[in-house]
């Protein structure tokens, strides 16, 4: 599941895809005619509309993938950096940006591209860009305050609007349609001339937006990754067809007191009644967490099993099931609950005189692993922590 | 040798599109520019005037998050990318030239000017927005940021608005 960075590709080596991508996107630039101030400007006076059709169509590919990937669960869009909304500064910085725009003709993107291939007037541009990002540097004791001011956080626009992310998407997608038809008469307009579309373009033009459409209407249609997982989980319960392994209490307790290395302990309980008694040596995985990729690597190995553990028979089941769906871990669940569990491991209570030798037999046994475990957990305390997957702080956008 | 004509806009946004997709699907955020040169900025001040640096929150809060130098900023090794990506296609389409192109009424002094104006006034604008056309807009609009796609209607809106004002850099 991506993103790939950092859990399967290093950082160090995402250095080298950020050069990969560069040079895709310089290409790109260049290729469409960014590089030519000229073509930049034509869109505010009307007669070239290259950059709106050309950014506007990237904009929409990349969104419909990304929503596209999220939807059948290769990409985790709840990692992926989304630029966080300062309201104020939002607005002020983009009007002073326009106002760059338009005086120098280049976003810095494009002066970049624009000084690769020669353009004297590019590279002005970058250099004003230093002389800028230095002043508001020096100046940020004043500018602090419109800075930071209406901070909203990561928002979505679609949940800003309140409605879903894929009607977003629609309205998007059919607004940049209807904006190339527009400004194609418009430009038109502008140059004096007719510049009719070949047929065999037009068709391709036609089958793009169509295509387009049909990507967004399957979405709209079909249940995504989670959803379909948590209908398959509840569809094996229902059928009762899924076969748990179970374990008892005892041999639970035996493989912690003599093999905690070759065993993951899971309690899938909430943290607070984890906090209040747990098995020993065992970690906390609540259940609504199961999917979340830091405890990935619980799931997606056949190294240790995993024992799964909690009060009710049916949470511990529907967790055993997600670890089933996510991974290819070997899992096991415990017959007993915790306090059933609890009961017969803390401070066993020895048996009356009058009791048979199976019972005495029992009891020894309890008590030699509830102490063996007691001593586990002392020796242990410092190592023995789950492994969290640092949660993953992307940085991104310009700043 | 005549240069070739430009791709179609379209087919170079599609591109464009995928190169993003990929971008954020590999690591998770999208593509930029004017990060790379805040990079420089803020180690050069850092290097210059390490005092001075402790007091300005804006330029020590970038270093201490990346505390390797820009030379191992992600955006910095982008930009260095689109460098070299510009500077390939402009070989291969003839149009790698040393030329000024400026509106036809003004001169080149003017047109060198206005340019690192409009640098300043991008480059400043980029920090308070907090990206610029390709951070903020494009990879907002990607992921759908309410912020991205406001400061993209900002800059175009804000061009627009000026854009008659300005009518003598560009127009006869």
Known sequence: MGPLVPFIISEEFNLVVALIAGIGFGFILEQAGFSSTKKLVGLFYGYDFTVLKVFFTAGVTAMIGVLLFGHIGILDLSVIYINPTFLTSAIVGGVIMGAGFIIGGFCPGTSIVAASVGKLDGLAFVFGGFLGVLAFSVGFPYLEELYYANAQGPVIISDKLGISKMLFAFALTAVAFAAFYFTGKIEDRVNNVKQPIPKQTFNRYAISMGLAFVLLGMMAITPDYEQLLQSRIARAEQQKKCVFYEVSAEKLAFEIANNHYKVNVIDVRSPEEFEEYHIPLAINIPLEEILDRKWERYFKQTIKPNYFYAESDTIVKKACLLARFVGDSENYILRESVSQFEAMFQNPQPPPAYASKQEFNTYNFRKEVAYKMENLVEALKNINQPIVQEPIKIQGGCS | ?172
Not at chain 2, 82 to 92: C, D, H, N, P, T
Not at chain 2, 105 to 110: C, G, Q
Not at chain 2, 141 to 167: D, E, P, R
């Open chain 2, 1 to 172: 040798m005549k240069s070739k004509p430009y791709m179609n806009p379209y087919l170079a946004g599609v591109f464009l599109g995928l190169i993003l997709l990929g971008t954020i699907y590999v690591t998770g955020r999208g593509l930029g520019a004017s990060g790379a040169v805040k990079s420089f900025v803020a180690n050069g001040i850092a290097e210059v005037a390490p005092e001075y640096t402790r007091q300005n929150s804006f330029i020590s809060s970038y270093i201490n998050d990346r505390p390797n130098g820009p030379l191992q900023d992600w955006l910095v090794i982008q930009v260095l990318g689109v460098i070299i990506g510009a500077f390939i296609s402009g070989v291969l389409s003839n149009r790698l030239k040393l030329k000024l192109e400026r509106g036809p009424r003004i001169t080149n002094n003017t047109r060198i000017v206005a340019a690192i104006i409009g640098g300043l006034l991008f480059g400043f604008g980029s920090q308070l927005g907090r990206g610029c056309t390709s951070g903020s807009a494009l990879s907002g609009m990607a992921v759908m940021s309410f912020g991205g796609i406001i400061t993209m209607l900002a800059i175009f809106g804000s061009g627009y608005g000026l854009a008659y004002f300005f009518k003598k850099l560009w127009l006869k």
